[in-house]
């Protein structure tokens, strides 16, 4: 089984991706945090993109292709992809590897420009293990997890991340209408707390692959 988790650079895909990933038994990769890593750890790949990831623009989809490949063949499970694919190319390309039968189902974790504006302008992440700290008033300084500082990620700066909703912006309809048209696309409200929306966007799944692929749309919310 293949998922894709689309939606706006704060919507919660690292944190939804990786409890639906758990839940459904699959393994959860996300493109940005590979990059991250080939960056903290200087790879030729992580010097490839550093430019372009931290001006927040998208990196070049041969580049993101040859990754996908190494992961998707190195794979021993299924895959959550959260942040790709992000392009109609980037789309084509995953196919192709995938086969007739992949991805299975695209689901779109819809969050208003603004809430992740909000959200993301709060949002720390741990500088030694990446893990993403509390937000808002009384915000802890150091990792829950291993104690190291929290920081900004380099592309939460407010003007990189207006380029990276710029990007998405851009590409996200035509990416939703190429999965709508293979009748694999899903929608589901994000907003509201962590919680909730795992709840929500696991009641949904559920519902989708119960019904097996109908109906092609099924939104649980209006599409912001
Ligand atoms: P993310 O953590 O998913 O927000 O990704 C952080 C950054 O990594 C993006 O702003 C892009 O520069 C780059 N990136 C991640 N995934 C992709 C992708 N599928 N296509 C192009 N660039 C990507």
Redesign the pocket.
């Known amino acids: 089984m293949h998922i894709v988790l689309l939606g706006r ?1 704060g919507a919660g895909k690292g944190t939804q991706g990786e409890r639906l990933a758990k839940r459904l038994g699959v393994t959860h990769v ?4 590979v ?1 991250r890593g080939a960056m903290a750890a200087d790879t030729p790949l992580g010097r490839s993109v550093r430019a ?2 931290e001006h ?4 070049p989809d041969t580049v ?1 292709g040859g990754l996908v490949a190494e992961v998707v063949a190195g794979a021993h499970s299924g895959i959550l992809f ?6 109609v190319a ?1 789309c084509e390309t995953l196919s192709s590897m995938l086969g007739p039968c992949g991805p299975d189902l695209a689901v779109d974790l819809d969050v208003p420009a603004a809430t992740v504006l909000d959200r993301v302008r709060r949002r720390r992440v741990c500088s030694a293990c990446g893990v993403i700290g509390p937000g808002g008033m009384g915000r802890a300084a150091a990792c829950a997890q291993c104690g190291s500082a929290l920081a900004r990620r380099i ?1 939460d700066d407010p003007g990189v991340l207006l380029r ?1 909703l710029g ?1 998405y912006e851009r590409e996200a309809t035509p990416v939703a209408n190429w999965f709508a048209r293979t009748a694999r696309l899903i929608r589901v409200d994000g907003t509201g707390v962590v919680d909730a929306v795992t709840a929500r966007l696991n009641a949904t799944v559920a519902r989708w692959f119960e019904s097996e692929r109908q109906p092609a749309l099924a939104v649980s919310g209006p599409k912001t």
């Open positions: 650079p996300s493109t940005g945090d990059l372009t990831v927040g623009e998208l990196v993101m959260d942040g790709y694919p992000r392009t980037q592309d990276r990007a």
